[in-house]
């Protein structure tokens, strides 16, 4: 029952997130500032909770490589492309995109050679790669410029593939005695750094103006992010890579809820073919792998 009041509460804040990236971009707001000013609302929020409990990161060498690492492939790296492909791609399109992770974790898991998959398992990574490829098709078919779209499209299915593997990278390299909130306050302290350096480097202190442009949308995303982290950082270490990743199915059927009342976007009949192959994926996963 926990578990799966924490996957959902994690499909929930993604999808959140992701609509509230989107409403920043169509503001106007730029992907640097986007990115950055979130991080750092994100790491003093998180140093204002360890203030109040009293629960500063370790800062051994292990623990410090595990947070660039993790913090690059999970948070900043995937952030950045989702900011940049959200106002160019209906919500519930990019759910769908990055609904693929799990696909993508039990590929490099078997890669990697952390699992080994039955015919069942290899069944499911197929059936989900049909809905990717109905997925780009409804993508060009939609759209009357679809070559521009179907680009869009093809960048945005880096998100799903960054975040497959921080997931393997977390359930099977997390640093020895240190907890959630202290990697995901780690995360942030030390990648907010760069990232506000480089947004002052481009635009100076007007950067916090045009983080302004949306406040609500800007707040939004910090908060959510913020909760998102923690659960994700959570459920990796404590489930399994490959179980963490079943919070994007959640997040597409939110999304695709938010996408339509919110934007205005439509549901085809490819993308409902899509999510539906993608979902039998993961069920038919569930069945045959574990």
């Known amino acids: 029952m926990r578990k799966g009041v924490l996957l959902v509460s994690l499909g929930l804040l993604w999808a959140m997130r992701l609509s509230a990236i989107k409403a920043a971009g169509l503001s106007g707001i730029p992907v640097y500032v986007v990115v950055g000013v979130s991080t750092v609302g994100i790491a003093i929020l998180f140093s204002v909770v360890a203030m109040i409990w009293h629960s500063w990161p370790p800062l051994s060498k292990e623990a410090i490589i595990f947070y660039i690492l993790s913090g690059l492939l999970g948070f900043i790296l995937p952030f950045s492309l989702e900011s940049l492909v959200a106002p160019h791609i209906p919500v519930f399109v990019l759910g769908v995109i990055i609904a693929t992770m799990p696909i993508m974790t039990v590929a490099i898991s078997a890669i990697a050679g952390h699992r080994t998959f039955s015919k069942g398992a290899i069944s499911a990574v197929i059936l989900g790669f049909v809905g990717v490829l109905f997925l780009v098709w409804d993508s ?5 410029n679809g070559e521009s779209d179907v680009i869009w499209v093809a960048i945005a299915f880096g998100v799903p593939l960054l975040y497959a593997v921080n997931a393997v990278f977390i359930a099977t390299r997390w640093p020895v005695a240190t907890n959630t909130m202290q990697v995901a306050h780690a995360q942030a302290l030390i990648l907010s ?12 202190p007007s950067i916090w103006i045009k983080a302004s ?19 994700y950082l959570k459920i990796a270490r404590d489930y399994g890579a490959i179980y963490v990743s079943f919070a994007n199915y959640v ?3 939110f999304a695709a809820l938010i996408g339509v009342y919110a934007f205005g976007d439509q549901l085809t009949w490819n993308s409902a073919l899509a999510a539906a192959a993608i979902i039998s994926s993961v069920a038919l996963y569930q069945r045959k792998a574990d």
């Open 251 to 253: 997040s597409m059927l």
């Open 140 to 144: 060009a078919e939609f759209h009357p």
């Open 213 to 231: 442009m949306n406040a609500p949308a800007m707040a939004t995303i910090i908060l959510c992010e913020g909760g998102a982290l923690m659960l």
């Open 193 to 204: 750094t760069g990232v506000l350096a480089g947004g002052f480097a481009i635009d100076g």
